[in-house]
Structure formats: structure tokens, C-alpha cells
């Protein structure tokens, strides 16, 4: 069972959009379950940004936002804020009551 | 308001056992699944394991399985993480989590645990 793959960081200016992407298998990501991402500040818990593979809970932006192409799923912010800078994870169910964690992604706001 | 209070730092020594506790308030405690996550110093999460309350079903990551106990007290709203015999590289933040979902497949983590940090040194 191996983390999904993220990309290690991604930077933007403030204003702009980035996108996170999150790849994994056809056992993971690409079957029909749902991914999760996650926020997490420098000495904080994470915090939940997206569910059931699309939807913001209540309070969370909606300059967050998240789709999925075959075994990638992706993150995407847009009107980059200053406090967005954080590490962002993916999350996906594996299978036999399982799930994994992608290996996070450092957003840098320039 | 739903929340997960985790037990305070511990410092231990190689071989020592270990539980740390995770406490749910403002649900129905035993009705949700509470995950257990790993994050070594400077590195990403990692799924350890999860248990359902109603009937104490623990469900463990291949990684962890055999290395930790997963356990609960429905009785006191409160899930356990435990080590029989830790070692150096067990030193990391442990975070629980409430699993919710209609489905085990299609579920998340919300809320999460303030982190209990275990150091595991001679």
C-alpha cells in the first residue's frame, strides 16, 4: 500500500490559482471512492477542505475546490490568499478497510 | 460542539509501553468510526488504523499491523493508541480523527485531535 503521489511543493503569487494534483491507481484514486484533502498549518492539525471528493464543508472558502481525472485527483485554489500557505494532503479509501494518505504538498504564496 | 481531546505529550524510553487516549464530546461517540494517523517530525501523514465504538472493530493499516493496539472505552467517549514496547522511530505527533460518511468507502476525517507528541529516546 503506497502513499499517493503529490507533488513535493507548489508556489503562486497572490491572487492567482494553483492546482495540487494527487495520483494514485486504479485501486485508489482511480476506482469510484471519493477523495479527501486536508489542510495543515506549520504546528497544527490537519483540517478538512474537501469531502466525498468535491464538496466544502461548512466555513471552508469556496476559492478551494477539487475534481478527478482517471487515477489523478486534483486541488485547486484559486484567488491565492496569503494564509493558504500550508501543506495540503489527499486521501483515498484502498481498499480491504483501508486508506491512504498522499505524500503532501508545501503550497508556497510568493 | 463535536471534539476530539487528545492526552498530553509523553517521553518514554526505548521498550517502555505506551497509551495515549483520544476523547470524543458534543456526538454519539459510539456510532463513528476514530482513525489514528502517524506524522514523523517534518514528513507527511500516514494512516495507522481505525476502530468502530459500537463493537470495538479495529481495522489496521498493513504498515502498522502487529506494531500498535487500537482499542476503545465507549463508556468514557474515549479511543486508545498503544504501544507493548516502543522504540526510537516511534517518536512522531499522533493525531485521532472522527471517520464520517454514509459510507466506510467514501468517508473523511472531521474533526481531528490536537496531537499527542510521543519521544521516544535512551
Known amino acids: 500500500q503506497s502513499a499517493l503521489t503529490q507533488p513535493a511543493s507548489v508556489s503562486g503569487s497572490p491572487g492567482q490559482s494553483i492546482t495540487i494534483a494527487c495520483t494514485g491507481t486504479s485501486s485508489d484514486v482511480g476506482s469510484y471512492y471519493p477523495v479527501s484533502w486536508y489542510q495543515q498549518h506549520p504546528g497544527k492539525a490537519p483540517k478538512l477542505m474537501i469531502y466525498?471528493?468535491?464538496k466544502r464543508p461548512s466555513g471552508v472558502s469556496d476559492r478551494f475546490s477539487a475534481s478527478k481525472s482517471g487515477n489523478t485527483a486534483s486541488l485547486t485554489i484559486s484567488g491565492l490568499q496569503a494564509e493558504d500557505e500550508a501543506d495540503y494532503y489527499c486521501?483515498?479509501?484502498?481498499?480491504?478497510?483501508?486508506?491512504?494518505f498522499g505524500t503532501g504538498t508545501k503550497v508556497t504564496v510568493l | 460542539e463535536v471534539q476530539l481531546v487528545q492526552s498530553g505529550a509523553e517521553v518514554k524510553k526505548p521498550g517502555e509501553s505506551l497509551r495515549i487516549s483520544c476523547q470524543g464530546s458534543?456526538?454519539?461517540?459510539?456510532?463513528?468510526?476514530i482513525g489514528w494517523v502517524r506524522q514523523m517530525p517534518g514528513k507527511g501523514l500516514e494512516w495507522m488504523g481505525i476502530?468502530?465504538?459500537?463493537?470495538?472493530?479495529?481495522k489496521y493499516s498493513p504498515s502498522f499491523q502487529g506494531q500498535v493496539t487500537i482499542s476503545v472505552d465507549k463508556s468514557i467517549s474515549t479511543a486508545y493508541l498503544q504501544w507493548s514496547s516502543l522504540k526510537a522511530s516511534d517518536s512522531a505527533m499522533y493525531y485521532c480523527?472522527?471517520?464520517?460518511?454514509?459510507?466506510?468507502?467514501?468517508?473523511?476525517?472531521?474533526?481531528w485531535g490536537q496531537g499527542t507528541l510521543v519521544t521516544v529516546s535512551s
Open positions: 476502530i468502530y465504538p459500537a463493537n470495538s472493530d479495529p
Open positions: 458534543g456526538y454519539s461517540f459510539a456510532g463513528y468510526w
Open positions: 466525498e471528493g468535491t
Open positions: 480523527a472522527r471517520f464520517s460518511g454514509a459510507t466506510f468507502s467514501a468517508a473523511w476525517f472531521d474533526p
Open positions: 486521501c483515498s479509501f484502498a481498499g480491504s478497510s483501508t486508506f491512504v
